[in-house]
């Protein structure tokens, strides 16, 4: 048979392997299609850096056009978007309550991870880390100005923050007029009671920025889960040790000089990793000599030398279960303080840390954090090196242990934190006169071996409510017990308190509620309110005859002394277009009970040249207003520009100005940045404080502007160098906070290395 007639007399076969062989192809197409179009599509999950939580309510759009969201995630976070014909976008991602990211998203690479870090009005977060240039958030990385900055200088570069300097070493922080008897300042979530008397040892100065992860600024009592401060808070987080999936070693060293005090730093760090196992070490030494004001003269007794070592392993004790072990210790020595009259021998810290933490899955718990620690401070003044005709030691040291569980759960919609924490601390303080002609020392107990029980309990919640509108609420609180243990300290206060049976019982606590909105398109609103009642220092309830060097006056404490009531509400305004960003925050706070040092006129003074005997007592109150700005503006990938303004204005109920109080200031800074090389202008400026109170030792500061200038360069792989010029045209200044107008550092060259193997 003919092969074509065979085949004409087969017509069912023959459309059958027409429609096998069309239907194959249509198959293959639309494989090959969907492949396309799956490669041209961008998918990826959107959590929390926080909690590692998917995040849901994100708007997902491309930059530059903010107005139009591609997609908004669900519960699951995950998003998907459709990228056409290109092979990349650039897409940001937004939510109320959260910092603004910008993603570079290839098509075809598989899910892509974005996280959000929370952003709250009421406080700031400070990266410290060994390199901030890629950071998102433009302000974060002007806070780094070289490799040589102290922790207190490093918080300073932060709006709402000014530095209360004694001397070159160990700053105290102040936040909107605040200083440290308003704030709590804890390193890694611990308490720690500084043991000097004369505040010349401030939490902060136990640190180094080698150690530290990131610092947490609160400006209110409801930015901060410390639950005894009433207006503001520090938390300093140090470096965590890391597991990974496979073994590494890796380390560096860091060096720098300054010219203006022949300053020293020297840094070596290690960071081993495995499975199962991490181990951070840091060690810092730093020294310098006494530095150089603005008009040449060598300022006396400005000097310091410091160790510091820090220690954190970590063991991953399961899946999603890990135990932490944190040690730090720091040694510092002949440190001068040309404010005071007395300087530092020795002032040593041992600090340490046991933490568990566990995460669960599928539960309403989602995770849970406990931690155990314990601090020994010894600071020891003498006066061994100046020519004062009574000499005086005068040392001082405390100790704390503390625990506390916190745990973050979710229940429905709503974000809730809760923490239960107890610590027992003491302190103790004596001074020794020797007095020329007498043929006995003089000795008395300045802090009488106070030990201080507290117990608080704190609960929050957060609830987004739609997708522009975020509401929180927290309350805290507990008991604070404390009592005299020294018989002669006890005897000293019953000199003027002979009613006093040497222990006292009160509660500190507090109420807060905050709402955040996104009113419009790129702004977002909020307002915050809280009320708190804050526990008293050692020193306003115990302390006796403790000599303030800033008016002049020997302090006594007072046992009954109320608490301070503190009532606050501040005002947000966001606005952020993508490049542009700006930020205002106005804040008001009503203190009742204000505690002030009131003279006695009765009473003779214990120190020489003292102008008096002062007592704390309380005043009806105290009203601080103020406001802060900051703006940052992306020019181009090369140029960023950033500026901060604030001012702070407290009276008391009589409208005397309040001690203290910094006046209008801020910073303007422009970066520019191509390839290896990275160049930094800076102009730090104050206005004039005339708003003083000659009751508290207070005079005029005049204004000040002072200009640097820095440089970077990532030389190798591994190593980069920083130098720079502070203070180019040797300004002589200083700022209103500065005891005693003690002028800052003149015109000062440095220069300084990172290594990384």
């Given at each position: ?13 023959m ?19 969907s ?11 959107v ?193 965590d ?51 150089k ?25 399961g ?11 720091d ?20 600090i ?69 924490e ?85 509660f ?16 977002v609103?909020s ?10 220092t ?51 706070y ?6 002030v040092?009131?003279v ?25 207003l ?58 730090v ?7 003083v ?19 970077s ?39 300084s ?5």
């Amino acid at each position: 048979m003919h092969p074509r007639q065979y085949a004409r007399g087969r017509p069912g076969i023959m459309n059958m392997n027409k429609s096998i062989l069309l239907a194959a192809s249509l198959l293959m197409l639309s494989s090959l299609v969907s492949d396309v179009c799956g490669q041209n599509r961008i998918e990826g999950l959107v959590l929390s850096k926080q909690t590692g939580e998917p995040l849901d309510m994100v708007n997902v759009f491309e930059e530059g056009k903010e107005g139009r969201a591609l997609f908004v995630t669900s519960d699951d976070g995950k998003f998907s978007i459709d990228a056409g014909k290109r092979s990349s976008v650039r897409l940001g991602f937004r939510r109320v309550g959260y910092f603004r990211e910008y993603e570079v998203c290839k098509t075809g690479e598989g899910p892509v991870t974005v996280r959000l870090s929370e952003e709250l009005n009421t406080s700031e977060e400070i990266l410290v880390t060994g390199d901030l240039r890629a950071h998102t958030d433009l302000l974060n990385t002007f806070h780094i100005t070289s490799g040589l900055n102290s922790v207190d200088e490093l918080i300073s570069r932060a709006s709402g923050v000014a530095l209360m300097r004694r001397g070159n070493f160990g700053s105290e922080p102040v936040i909107r007029g605040l200083n440290s008897d308003r704030m709590s300042v804890r390193l890694d979530g611990m308490k720690i009671q500084p043991a000097c008397t004369d505040k010349m040892d401030p939490v902060t100065s136990y640190a180094e920025t080698g150690n530290l992860e990131s610092i947490s600024l609160s400006k209110g009592a409801f930015g901060d889960d410390g639950c005894f401060n009433s207006c503001s808070g520090i938390d300093m987080k140090l470096k965590d040790a890391r597991t990974a999936d496979k073994f590494s070693a890796t380390g560096g060293i860091n060096g720098g000089f300054l010219s203006v005090s022949k300053g020293i730093r020297l840094e070596g760090k290690a960071d081993l990793k495995s499975e199962s196992f991490g181990n951070f070490t840091n060690v810092t030494y730093r020294s310098n000599q006494d530095y150089k004001d603005g008009r040449g003269d060598e300022i006396f007794y400005s000097g310091f030398n410091k160790l510091n070592i820090s220690n954190s392993s970590t063991y991953k004790t399961g899946m999603n279960s890990s135990l932490k072990a944190d040690l730090l210790y720091d040694y510092a020595w002949d440190i001068g303080y040309p404010a005071l009259t007395m300087d530092v021998k020795d002032a040593e810290a041992f600090i340490a840390g046991l933490q568990f933490n566990t995460q669960f899955n599928g539960s309403v718990a989602k995770d849970l954090e406990s931690k155990i620690y314990y601090n020994k401070i010894t600071h020891i003044m003498d006066d061994s090196q100046r020519d004062n005709r009574i000499k005086m030691d005068m040392p001082g040291w405390t100790n704390t242990a503390g625990a506390y569980v916190s745990s973050e759960l979710r229940l429905g919609s709503a974000d809730i934190e809760a923490k239960a924490e107890g610590i027992v601390s003491n302190a103790n303080a004596e001074m020794t006169m020797y007095i020329p002609g007498q043929g006995f020392p003089m000795y008395m107990v300045t802090w009488p071996d106070v030990r201080k029980k507290e117990l608080s309990l704190s609960m929050s919640a957060k609830q987004s409510i739609g997708s522009g509108l975020m509401a929180s609420v927290r309350a805290w609180g507990g008991p604070v017990n404390s009592d005299v243990r020294s018989e002669v300290g006890l005897s000293e206060l019953r000199i003027f308190y002979p009613d006093f049976e040497g222990t006292d019982s009160r509660f500190a606590g507090g109420v807060y509620a905050g709402a955040e909105a996104l009113i419009a398109e790129n702004l977002v609103t909020s307002l915050n309110l809280s009320y708190s009642v804050r526990d008293l220092t050692v020193s306003e309830q115990y302390a006796f005859y403790i000599f303030n060097r800033f008016d002049s006056y020997d302090y006594v404490g007072n046992p009954y002394l109320d608490p301070e009531r503190s009532a606050q509400l501040e005002l947000g305004i966001t606005l952020n277009t993508g490049n542009f960003a700006v930020k205002t925050s106005f804040f008001g706070y009503y203190i009742g009970d204000y505690i002030v040092g009131v003279v006695d006129s009765m009473l003779s003074p214990m120190t020489e040249n003292s102008n008096g005997v002062k007592f704390y007592e309380n005043i009806p109150g105290a009203t601080i207003l103020g406001f802060e700005q900051t703006a940052d503006f992306v020019v181009s990938e090369k140029l960023q520009i950033a500026n901060t303004v604030q001012y702070t204005y407290g009276t008391d109920n009589d409208g005397g100005y309040l001690p203290q109080m910094p006046p209008l200031m801020g910073t303007l800074s422009a970066r520019y940045k191509t390839g290896i090389f990275t160049l930094q202008g800076e102009g730090v400026w104050a206005a004039a404080q005339n708003n003083v109170n000659a009751d508290y030792g207070e005079t005029r500061t005049p204004s000040y502007a002072v200009f640097n200038l820095r440089a970077s360069a990532d030389m190798l792989t591994g190593l980069s160098v920083d130098a720079g010029v502070e203070n180019i045209f040797d300004v002589y200044y200083y700022e209103h906070l500065d005891w005693l107008k003690t002028p800052r550092p003149g015109i000062n060259v440095y220069l300084s290395f990172r290594t990384r193997f």
